[in-house]
């Protein structure tokens, strides 16, 4: 016979004549009762249930553990619960404002902190670009943004340069190499194409009205433009798909000395993003 249940719960007596308690038998069913001072006092029972009986009794005894179990124990379980949400919660709150910025590759410089467009200068509509989730958000009237920060005194002749681009529907935007400060206009130098589903046909990733880029890639996905300048030669390539191998000719538009770069706005139906852009200066 199986010793009786040390606990002081209304549990069938294992001595009685009258009523004698069988394993697997189904026990009355459960109320909540007040929760002991000792902590612990849900052990004996579950042991009495689970581990003294044969591997058959087990997984008729297991329910009524259980529910003995969360019947007693149940509001100290679901405080500890709510707390640990509420722990997760916060450390996941503090992670979102504590993010660090995406590790840059070694050799590469970052133009954009994700925070500020502090390095960038705006040349007409200043409502025209904000940060927003990390990125560089381009929207409002046409004008471009410039980088003006210290890398390099903002001056490129032979990089790499990387960044992440993402367009909305029916958006136009554009990337600008080796261009200058302008107060308006359109900028000089060469623009690498930032349209998937706009009108205008040349779409992502095509040197603009040099070598051109008819086949569209996704909206509202990031894609990851990687452009290299060396030696007169301007090679682009969007998600790892080369779309510009071009070398330029006597009258190219790439600056003697180097030239900054620039994002450009379109128009205020279109919306495109940028961030991590980073640069490596090649020799």
Known sequence: MCPPVPCHRSWPSTTSNSSPARWGQRLPAFRPLPIPPATTAWKPVAHFLLLDASKSRR?????????????????????????????????????????????????????FDGKTLDG??????????????????????????FYEGKVQGAKFKNFEIRLDVMTRKNSNGGFFIHTVYQDRGWPSGYEIQVNNTQGD??????????????????????MKYVIIVNAGKVIVTVDGKELVNYQTAEKSKLLPEGGTFAIQAHDKGSTTFYKNIRVKVLP
């Open 201 to 222: 046909p040349q779409k992502s990733g095509g040197l603009y009205n040099t070598v051109k880029n008819l086949t569209p890639f996704a909206d509202d996905a990031w």
């Open 59 to 111: 997984r008729k005894n297991f329910p009524l553990a259980l529910r003995w179990i969360s019947a007693n124990h149940f509001p100290r379980m679901k405080t500890l619960f709510v707390a640990w949400l509420k722990f997760l919660g916060c450390l996941l709150l503090v992670s979102g404002f504590l993010k660090a910025e995406e590790p840059v590759e070694e050799g590469f410089v970052s133009l």
């Open 120 to 145: 960038w200068k705006i040349n007409q509509a200043k409502e025209a670009f904000v940060v927003e989730d990390g990125a560089i958000k381009a929207n409002g009237d046409c004008c471009h943004l």
